[in-house]
């Protein structure tokens, strides 16, 4: 069975997944448009329109993006991804993902990669995240969702420059 990267039926009570729209370009950067959700990122000025308009085109792209609400409220918070799938490897990647700073140090992001990584093992063993070496916040969230850090290489994102990041891993439990 193929990966499905872009379900339509990804919800919990803290946050529903709605797969990405053309059409969705102006909401989602007006949370963008935060500098302090850039500033540890490896491309720290994706805050500035013509930066996200080029990762706008790349979620796009990638049919394996979303949008992010929050469930109580319905307000966009902000995105996430599946990419790389890889079906040899056995692997997904989940990433390019970022929340709204009003629901920094809540449960939003926790929520939002348990429901991507719930969907990732229905077919993988594996879930990669790539993080930029200086980003220490989400380095830091990543791990308490039990990933390893398992390598460190140079990431060149969608239409940027190359930037060292991190490698994390999650591998599925036997039980799930």
Not at 102 to 113: F, I, M, V, Y
């Amino acid at each position: 069975m193929a990966f499905e990267l872009q379900p339509v039926h990804l919800k919990n009570d803290i946050v529903t997944l709605v797969p990405i729209l053309p059409t969705d370009f102006e909401d989602l950067y007006a949370v963008a448009s935060d500098p302090l959700i850039w500033e540890q990122h490896p491309n720290p000025n994706r805050y500035q329109r013509e930066v996200f308009e080029k990762f706008f085109e790349g979620a796009i792209l990638s049919k394996g993006a979303f949008m992010v609400y929050d469930t109580q409220t319905q307000k966009l918070i902000g995105t996430s991804r599946f990419y790389e799938y890889d079906e040899n490897a056995n692997t997904v990647a989940i990433g390019y993902t970022f929340i709204a700073r009003e629901c920094w140090g809540k449960n939003h992001n926790r929520a939002l990669k348990t429901i991507m990584l719930n969907h990732a093992f229905k077919y993988v063993n594996s879930v990669l995240f790539y993080i930029g070496s200086n980003n220490i916040r989400s380095q830091k969230a990543i791990c308490k969702l039990g990933a390893v850090k398992i390598d460190e290489k140079p990431i060149e994102y969608y239409s940027e420059t190359q930037k060292l990041n991190f490698v994390y891993e999650i591998k599925k439990h036997k039980n799930t």
